[in-house]
């Protein structure tokens, strides 16, 4: 009986070890990882810069976003696509949506947690807060419309070029960013919807929404 009780103590000594080097795992070395992968994107795209825009090149990164509400530092890549290499580098763009700043909606999807926690703090996007992004010759200020909307992963009408539960009535140039919910699951998607509110050359430094 003693040996027994005390095989069933390592085994749950074991398992509990193994719990937690997992938890540690996803807390820390993916977003180890993730900011690795983030910057490599960053550097390469800046060099790809110096000689001309990035091409939409499926896994690679064409654009830099920020979020002054995600914090004063905030900034990712936006690759193209939203497989789950792409996502483990950054933010991934729907390539069946239009391109940054043309007419349609630009959408973007990134983790909540794990991977860097790019979208961790995704609900709290408020309305009239600024998403800029920038594709090496032009700055793109979108400005967000309404709060985090909950939805279905199903609902893929979110990307539409006029998203039926958005604000939008008429076609225009958007930007729709998607996440998981809860923030530890993905039974459900956070949705923040932006219209695009100005733009600026490159060459002229960044809009006041990044320097004011």
Known sequence: MRLVVRTLSELCLTVGTLIVLFVAYLLYWTGVKADSAADRQISDLRHQWARAPAPYTE???????????LGKDWHKPVLEGTGVKD?????????TTTRLGQPGNFSVAGHRRTYGDPFKDFPEL??????????????FTYRVDTRPYRTVPSDVGVIDPVPAESPFRSPGRYLTLTTCDPEWGSSHRLIAWAHLDSTRPAAQGKPQALTG
Do not use: C, E, N
């Open 87 to 95: 996502l483990q580098k950054g933010l991934g763009h729907y390539a």
């Open 126 to 139: 408020r309305p009239g807060d600024a998403v800029v992004l920038t594709d090496g010759t032009t700055w």
């Open 59 to 69: 896994g690679k990164s064409f654009a830099v976003m920020y979020i002054p509400r």
